[in-house]
């Protein structure tokens, strides 16, 4: 019989869903676990990803969440069968991006995003940034709100809510994506690939602050970003044969 441990949000479905759960299998610690069940939305599969970074369980999520694009339907009549749901399942290797980002002090910091890494002006003034790929200087001055760099698991969204593509799940590529463009007016960004470094200068940091954000942790007052995406970090996401995450991607592009 396989181990589980169950992590779930604190909203009031995913915490009784829990506790049914837990009705029906043990709740191992995270070490002694097979699969990890999470129960909540797409924050909270998020936050399991980085719980269990340097963990190499698959992870296995039920949408007790709004949109749960990276969960499964819960249906919680079938709770029993969930030992057969999870050996039917298809599993999905994602690899995140890896930021590192030095503030105005000096102070240097790093973090993964499974979804994107983004830039934000902080004060009423647009932000001013320099945009180089692998070493080569592609815009010298974009004035605008923030930019971001996105996953394909993460395009469809911040990014896509930005104006960005949607990127297939194996498309080997990832989404550089301005948010509030106001120069160059007519850059709507760029598609890039997945094997790129991107260098972001701070034009002005002191009379425009900007804050970098992996995921959902938030660095403040940077002054240079870099961003690639991991080779050799990744975690592996399950999900019913006809759930698949590519085929949901996929299915995105074409909803009005």
């Known amino acids: 019989m396989e181990k589980y441990t169950f992590l779930a949000s604190s909203a009031r479905k995913a915490q009784a869903a829990k506790k049914k759960l837990l009705s029906l299998y043990d709740n191992v610690t995270l070490e002694q676990a097979d699969k ?24 296995y999520g039920l949408n007790y969440g709004s949109f749960g694009f990276l969960m499964n339907p819960p249906e919680e009549a079938h709770f029993e069968t969930l030992p057969a749901r999870l050996a039917a399942a298809h599993q999905t290797d994602i690899y995140p991006l890896r930021m590192r980002a030095t503030d105005k002090y000096g102070k240097m910091y790093e973090a993964v995003a499974f979804n994107e890494v983004s830039l934000f002006r902080e004060q009423r003034h ?91 942790r938030e660095f403040r007052d940077v002054v240079s970003v870099t961003i690639y995406q991991s080779k050799d970090l990744h975690k592996t996401l399950m999900f019913d044969p006809d759930h698949a995450l590519g085929d949901r991607i996929l299915k995105e592009q074409f909803v009005i």
């Not at 999470?38 to 190499?56: I, N, P, R, Y």
């Open 36 to 59: 990890v069940i999470v129960l909540g939305g797409d924050g909270s599969m998020l936050e399991a990803l980085h719980e269990t970074l340097t963990q190499t369980q698959p992870v």
């Open 126 to 216: 647009a932000a001013k940034m320099k945009i180089a790929v692998n070493g080569i200087e592609r815009i010298s001055e974009l004035v605008c709100d923030g930019v971001m760099v996105s996953t394909p698991a993460g395009s469809t969204a911040y990014n896509f809510s930005a104006g960005g593509p949607i990127l297939p799940l194996r498309a080997n590529l990832l989404a550089l994506t301005p948010i509030s463009a106001f120069r160059p007016r007519r850059w709507k960004g760029a598609l890039l690939p997945q094997d790129v470094t991107v260098d972001i200068d701070i034009v002005e940091p002191g009379h425009r602050p900007v804050s970098v954000t992996a995921d959902f």
